[in-house]
């Protein structure tokens, strides 16, 4: 009996840091799986890849993409078959905007994102560019989104985004 008793202390002891041990595979339409752990509140904690980025598992007005947080990047950034994908339909005459990158000045269309959602967290209206996928191989989840957070940490290798 006192060793039941005791359990049930441990067990209550342990509560509080239940939500930030619950782990989940967060599985997605482009293969892979994706490290996130859950936490009450609104937040999401995303482990580094072993590369050192961050790869969140999303979903872009309903369909599920895999994205590379990118704090460098002023817009989320969708290469043109992901933002197909996602329902976003552009003609060759959107391609209005110029944005300088890493490999030069390319042309991209400004769209706005209906919803975008990662894990518990949810955006609606988002500023973002589409650009050709010659020029963007990786979906970016840059700071057009990360902004509207309450507030977004990077330590060690865990990213907290917060709402």
Do not use: W
């Amino acid at each position: 009996m006192l060793r039941y008793l005791l359990i049930l202390v441990l067990l209550v002891a342990l509560v509080p840091f239940v939500p930030g041990l619950v782990e989940f595979e967060a599985g997605d339409e482009t293969g892979g799986d994706l490290k996130t752990s859950r936490t009450a509140g609104g937040t999401l904690k995303l482990k580094a890849e072993r590369n050192g980025h961050f790869i969140a598992g999303t979903r872009i007005n309903g369909k599920t993409l895999k994205m590379m947080v990118d704090t460098g990047a002023t817009f989320v950034a969708l290469p043109a078959s992901d933002a197909r994908r996602a329902g976003i339909k552009l003609q060759e005459q959107d391609f209005t905007a110029r944005i300088s990158t890493a490999n030069g000045i390319i042309a991209a269309a400004p769209v706005k994102i209906k919803t975008l959602e990662l894990g518990p967290l949810f955006l609606r209206d988002v500023d973002a560019v589409v650009i050709p996928d010659a020029s963007l191989s990786t979906p970016l989840l840059g700071m057009s989104a990360l902004r509207r957070f309450k507030r977004f940490d990077i330590s060690g290798d865990t990213m907290l985004l917060v709402q």
